[in-house]
């Protein structure tokens, strides 16, 4: 039962240079989100996916991509990093659109940019 | 932007006491959620409670929602030291697509 797995679980990067988080989940669910949560700001939704091979804005999509390939995976991609996307990232999903949308995180990426 | 604010912004209380912690919103919804946070983990669901209800249970937890005050309420009763986290209560909005939206939670601090 791994659920939602993220990796990694920390990174440091240097300003401009890329990297991608992955996010896996095991329960075939069809919806898959990306968060990021930062001192006193709760979560924040970068972006989502409500199914393989489609992807959606969030509230905070800039400097970000994703792709949803197949099912079970969600990437999360940052093309030049910069020091204002320190921070923690949480990767959800969930199943059921109608009125039970509830969504399981992972473990969380603490990344830190320098 | 921010759906739910969550009130107080920290709370700290003493084991077997009870906790009560308060979200309002500002939309139509369909349903309220709280979700739980561990220092350093990922955020775990607790409760569900739909817009046509009024009071839920589960365990040591009541949920209250009145929409008309568009305002739901969290207690945790009989406090345990496990229970320290930080609690967030989340809506959709209305929408059908899955999204949530976040408060910024309150810290719930339960000394032994």
């Known amino acids: 039962n791994a659920g939602v797995t993220q990796t990694p679980k920390f990174r440091v990067l240097k300003t401009g240079q890329s990297m991608t988080l992955l996010c896996a989940q095991d329960?075939?669910?069809?919806?898959m989100y990306w968060y990021r949560q930062d001192p006193g700001m709760g979560l924040r939704l970068i972006h989502y996916?409500?199914?393989?091979?489609?992807?959606a804005k969030g509230e905070v999509p800039d400097g970000y991509n994703v792709s949803r390939l197949k099912k079970q995976n969600f990437l999360l991609g940052l093309e030049s990093a910069a020091p204002s996307q320190t921070s923690v990232y949480f990767c959800a999903s969930s199943y059921d659109r109608l009125a039970k949308n509830i969504q399981y995180f992972g473990a969380g990426t603490r990344l830190s940019v320098l | 932007s921010q759906q739910g604010e969550e009130d107080p912004q920290a709370l700290s209380i003493q084991e077997g006491e009870n906790a009560t912690m308060n979200c309002s919103y500002k939309t139509s919804i369909n349903n309220l959620q709280w979700y739980r946070q561990n220092s350093g983990r990922g955020l775990v669901h607790l409760i569900l409670i739909r817009s046509n209800e009024r009071e839920k249970h589960s365990g040591r937890l009541r949920v209250t929602l009145d929409t008309s005050k568009k305002s739901s309420s969290l207690l945790i009763t009989a406090s345990r030291a496990a229970d320290t986290a930080s609690y967030f209560c989340a809506t959709d909005r209305g929408s059908t697509l899955g999204r949530l939206y976040f408060g910024r939670g309150t810290q719930l601090t339960v000394w032994p």
């Open positions: 329960m075939n669910h069809e919806y």
């Open positions: 996916s409500v199914g393989e091979g489609t992807t």
